[in-house]
Each structure stands twice: as structure tokens, then as C-alpha cells.
């Protein structure tokens, strides 16, 4: 769950409230909040009850002195807090992220689906503001400034109409958002995020961009990208934006020519693909929309025609792990991956009419 204490003096004098959830205020417990101890979890606390003011993320660690929060959180520029009223308990997210933001209240002007970081609102999405938004995965945080500085808000999942209603002055705009992850309790989590590095040319050559998580667009970062290098973790990467177009699985190594990976134009986007540690279950069915045969695996099946005697697989429920697809027999030709879901019809996740998956491989450790 998490668990926080509040100290009603700097350095961790005084009183002491232990919490492991949300507390709207603090008054019933302390008469005033001057330092905080975050020993597991990830929290928000704020300057005001009910949840308003100034906020600030905490991860694991010691906070002696809240008024000199900015600099211990990294975040110059914010403003200095002077007393703690209120906190949120941050539950983890182990799934996807996405949010969609827009330019002005009430969902209307510009609008743009985000399911990684983004360090520059302008500069990627060339939207001057950010009025309103709906949360639809995980947990983020928006920050006042570029490179996630100056004031925060915590953002859980849902509609925002308007940030004013938010408690946000109507001269507050926010310029780069983040989303939350367990990075603080996981000590192997940068091996399980893993990191990417993309080069505009062959050879790790020209500007380069890295990454450990989903990008559905590269031209954010780079005019181009014909070569990369996995330093840790497993990546899908697309020649189209969007994970669209033909699509190739990268582990750790060096990939010098995106055309050796069988990309007909240069790398336009990528999937970081998480670690799943327990079984693998996925049932593949004939036809579309789950009909004719049906078979169940959970295990790698180097030919489907000779293990089911089935010759199409034309839709499939992913119900645990992740796996690779291939169009012919061995685990050769072109490749599709594929996330724990329901997928009706494999022409909906952008493949030909003609082309068909022989073979099935599940994305472990080994891999």
C-alpha cells in the first residue's frame, strides 16, 4: 500500500502521524506538519486540506523541511511550502498509460493521445495550452514548466473539464507531463523499463533520441532513424507512426541498418514491452470475431498447421503474457506483437487480407 509519517516539527521532531492512504486533513492528527519520512509507496501531499494548493510528489525517502521542498524534489521554481494540510496514497499502474489532452475547456481545440513522457508540450505538439483533459490510464503528473519543472498537479484516471476547477489559477499553464511509475520500489526496474537509443542514420550515426518507454511518433525527436541500440529490455519497433506498418523485435544489441530488420522506410515509432513472469495462455480461433476452430496455448508452437491442423488464424484473445506472432512456420517472415486482449480481426491491427500467422512464440527472459 504505501506508508508515509508526518512529523509536526522540521527534522523529524514532534509528534508523529503514521498514514498509509489518503488524508484530507491533517488537523485531526497533528496541528501542523513541518517534515515527512515516505518509506514505501509514492505519495502527494499538499499545502491546503481537501486536497488544494501547491502539491508535491514524494517517492521513498526523507523530507526534513518543507519549506525547503523545491530544491529537495529537483523541482526549482516551485513555490516554497509552508506547512503540509493534506495527502494522496498514489497507487501503482502496471499496465498502460494514456491521456488525451486538449487546448482548451470542455475537450475542444487541439487535441493529442499521450501514452509516454512528454518533456515539451510545445515543442512536441506545437499547443501553446492545456485546459483540459481526460485521464484514461494510469496516473501522471503535469508540471507548470518544460522538463517537468515548476508547479505539479497530480492528474488520476478521469474527465477534467477545466483545470480552474482543478484549483489552478486561470494564468497557470502546463508544459510537460509525466507518467507515474514504480521506479522507487522495484531495483531492477530500469532492466524491466529497459533503454533504447535511436540514431537519424546507419551506424549509430547523426542525432540520437533514447527511450525506455512507447513512442508513437519519432519525428517528435528525430527528422529520421535508420539504426539503433538496445542497451537493456525488449522493444518492438514500427516503420509507420502509430505502431503501424511492419513491425520488428529488438532485444538487446546493436541494429545498424533498419533495413536489414525488414523495415520498408525508416523506424517511425516503438513499444516497450514489459516483463510478464507467470504463465502464458492464449486461445487463436480460425476465422474472425472468434469463430471456427479454437485452440488454447501456452507454450511456443513452432508450425500451427502441423500442431492443430488448422491453416488461418484470423483473430485471437491474449489472456496472459506477451507474444510474437510470425507469418511463416519457425518463427520466420514478418512478425506482429501482441498484448494481453481481445483482438476480432487481424486486418484491424493494420495487416493485409493475405497475410497469415504460422507460428507463435511467447516473449520471455530468454527470448
Given amino acids: 500500500m504505501g506508508r508515509i509519517t508526518f512529523y509536526e516539527d522540521k527534522n523529524f521532531q514532534g509528534r508523529s502521524y503514521d498514514c498509509s492512504s489518503d488524508c484530507s486533513d491533517f488537523s485531526s492528527h497533528l496541528s501542523r506538519c513541518g517534515s515527512c519520512r515516505v518509506e514505501s509507496g509514492c505519495f502527494m501531499v499538499y499545502e491546503r486540506p481537501g486536497y488544494a494548493g501547491s502539491q508535491v510528489f514524494l517517492r521513498r525517502g526523507e523530507y ?30 502496471r ?4 491521456m488525451r489532452i486538449y487546448e482548451k475547456e470542455n475537450f ?37 514548466q518544460p522538463n517537468y519543472r515548476g508547479r505539479m498537479m497530480y492528474m488520476r484516471p478521469g474527465e477534467y ?7 489552478m489559477s486561470g494564468s497557470t499553464r502546463f508544459n510537460s507531463f509525466r ?63 502509430n505502431f503501424m506498418g511492419n513491425q520488428y523485435f529488438v532485444k538487446r544489441g546493436e541494429y545498424s541498418d533498419y533495413q536489414r530488420m525488414g523495415m520498408s522506410d525508416c523506424i517511425r515509432s516503438c513499444r516497450n514491452i514489459p516483463m510478464h513472469r507467470g504463465q502464458f495462455r492464449m486461445r487463436i480461433y480460425e476465422k474472425e470475431n472468434f469463430g471456427g ?38 518463427y520466420r517472415g514478418r512478425m506482429m506483437y501482441m498484448r494481453p486482449g481481445e483482438y476480432r480481426s487481424m486486418r484491424d491491427m493494420g495487416m493485409s487480407g493475405s497475410t497469415r500467422f504460422n507460428s507463435f512464440r511467447r516473449i520471455t527472459d530468454s527470448c
Avoid at 161 to 166: A, I, K, L, Q, Y
Fill in 161 to 167: 473539464r477545466s483545470m480552474r476547477d482543478m484549483g
Fill in 293 to 330: 476452430q479454437m485452440h488454447e496455448m501456452m507454450d511456443d508452437c513452432d508450425n500451427m498447421m502441423e500442431r492443430y491442423r488448422m491453416s488461418e488464424c484470423q483473430s485471437c484473445n491474449v489472456m496472459d503474457g506477451h507474444w510474437l506472432m510470425y507469418e511463416q512456420p519457425n
Fill in 108 to 144: 475542444g481545440g487541439q487535441m493529442h493521445e499521450m501514452m509516454d513522457d512528454c518533456d515539451n508540450m510545445m515543442e512536441r505538439y506545437r499547443m501553446s495550452e492545456c485546459q483540459s483533459c481526460n485521464v484514461m490510464d494510469g496516473h501522471w503528473l503535469m508540471y507548470e
Fill in 179 to 241: 507518467r507515474i511509475m514504480d521506479m522507487s520500489e522495484d531495483t531492477n526496474a530500469n532492466m524491466t523499463m529497459g533503454k533504447i537509443i535511436f540514431y537519424e542514420d546507419r551506424n549509430f550515426q547523426g542525432r540520437s533520441y533514447e527511450t525506455g518507454s512507447d513512442c508513437p511518433d519519432m519525428t517528435s525527436y528525430l527528422s529520421r532513424c535508420h539504426s539503433c541500440r538496445v542497451e537493456s529490455g525488449f522493444f518492438m519497433v514500427y516503420d509507420r507512426s
Fill in 95 to 98: 499496465g498502460q498509460f494514456r
Fill in 64 to 93: 526534513p523541511d518543507f519549506q525547503r521542498m523545491s530544491s529537495m524534489s529537483g523541482m526549482m521554481g516551485m513555490t516554497n511550502m509552508d506547512n503540509v494540510r493534506s495527502c494522496r496514497f498514489i497507487p501503482m499502474h
